[in-house]
């Protein structure tokens, strides 16, 4: 996914901009799907400077950081959690996420650890908390809190208890 979220040249009533700036965001399910967005997305817009008789320069800021990588959900951690979750809120409170293409720090975690992100559920529309995350509505219900909080720890205590034996 390719989303343009800003375009930006001069202020002004009939004022024909000789410099525009726009960015915004690339999305994929891989790090190869990124690297061909970038790199799609340079030839397009050098080919349409050309065309167009102007010039573009690209900047993806990786001197600021470097891009998002997918995060890929390792298969037995994935395991680990969905049976301690199962074992703690019963397997009708666990379900499967669709897949979504956020940029989320969490990828570069799992691209060094075997690792899973998994959701904590807060929808409770009795008390209005029923919108995503990034609504200007966004309301936590904070009854969800303690749960969440019981279900990392007993993720990490089974898994380490799992380890225990490594390190005798």
């Not at 009939?14 to 967005?37: C, H, P, Q, Y």
Request: glycine residues 8%.
């Amino acid at each position: 996914v390719v989303s343009v979220t800003f375009i930006s040249a001069a202020l002004g009533q009939a004022i024909i901009s000789d410099k525009v700036t726009f960015g915004g965001t690339l999305r994929s399910m891989t790090s190869e799907g990124l690297s061909n967005l970038a790199r799609r997305i340079r030839e397009v817009i050098e080919a349409q400077s050309v065309v167009h008789r102007c010039s573009a320069s690209i900047d993806f800021m990786e001197k600021i950081g470097r891009p998002y990588p997918e995060t890929l959900n390792d298969d037995g951690m994935y395991m680990h959690v969905k049976r301690v979750g199962e074992s703690l809120l019963g397997e009708h409170n666990v379900h499967l996420s669709p897949p979504v293409m956020g940029a989320e720090d969490f990828g570069f975690y799992s691209q060094i650890i075997p690792s899973a992100m998994f959701w904590l559920g807060i929808r409770n529309v009795s008390v209005g908390s029923y919108h995503s995350l990034h609504s200007p509505h966004f309301f936590l219900d904070e009854n969800a809190l303690p749960i969440g909080a019981a279900l990392h720890a007993a993720v990490a205590v089974a898994y380490l208890e799992s380890q225990a034996s490594r390190f005798h």
